[in-house]
């Protein structure tokens, strides 16, 4: 069965710092890898997907993630964070023939002034 | 073009009180979901759909109950709704075999 883990619950970093999200998985093929962004009161946002091809994904906001098979990681990083960015973020995985998404519980980034 | 909104956004229900949610789409999307967002657990899904006219059971579907008449709607009902239910709803919906999800606002409920 597939599953995701968000090492991280919290993360503060200082504006202007750079961003790095953990997200680890287990599954045996290749994933569909997500992350979503979820600002407060609202729904989720996708920043970014992961199906095949070039292991380096741009997304919005100017978010990247780096798929790496070999350590089962689909990180999320932000060269410069800007206050904005202050949300909940959440990977996720699916699979080819998969009828839903498995989501992973969330890292809560705070952003200091 | 609307995407996924959900009705009502907030809510207070007494134990023991019924209530439906619903979810609409204004895209198309073959799949729709039904999640609950609890601190610390993340999403967790309830109820899905695959089309119009079916439904299937999530990781969590104890005290709900679906359907899919048409397929640009999906409803959650709760029968009995206990202090448990407590949480946020939300619905997701996408297109078949894509897998990226499109999400609404949510629900807030709360069971007193």
């Known amino acids: 069965a597939q599953s995701v883990t968000q090492p991280d619950i919290h993360i503060t970093v200082s504006e202007g710092a750079s961003l790095e999200l953990r997200c680890n998985y287990s599954?045996?093929?290749?994933?569909?890898l997500f992350w979503y962004v979820q600002s407060p009161g609202q729904g989720l946002q996708l920043l970014l997907k992961?199906?095949?091809?070039?292991?380096l994904v741009q997304g919005i906001k100017g978010f990247e993630a780096e798929f790496k098979r070999s350590q089962s990681s689909f990180n999320l990083r932000k060269p410069s964070v800007h206050w904005s960015d202050a949300a909940e973020y959440f990977c996720a995985v699916g699979a080819r023939g998969a009828q839903k998404l498995v989501f992973g519980q969330g890292t809560r980034l705070t952003i200091n002034p | 073009n609307a995407g996924v909104t959900q009705t009502p956004k907030f809510r207070v229900l007494k134990t023991g009180q019924s209530m439906t949610l619903l979810c609409a789409q204004d895209?198309?999307?073959?799949?729709m979901y039904w999640y609950r967002q609890d601190p610390g657990m993340g999403l967790r899904l309830i109820h899905y759909?695959?089309?119009?006219?079916?439904?299937a059971k999530g990781e969590v579907p104890d005290g709900y109950n679906v359907s899919r008449l048409k397929k640009q709607n999906f409803l959650l009902g709760l029968e009995s709704a206990a202090p448990s239910q407590t949480s946020v709803y939300f619905c997701?919906?996408?297109?078949?075999?894509?897998?990226?999800?499109?999400f609404g606002p949510g629900t807030r409920l709360t069971v007193t």
């Open positions: 599954y045996g093929a290749t994933p569909y």
């Open positions: 895209m198309n999307h073959e799949y």
């Open positions: 759909s695959v089309g119009e006219g079916t439904t």
């Open positions: 992961y199906f095949s091809g070039d292991t």
């Open positions: 997701a919906s996408s297109r078949t075999l894509t897998y990226e999800q499109y």
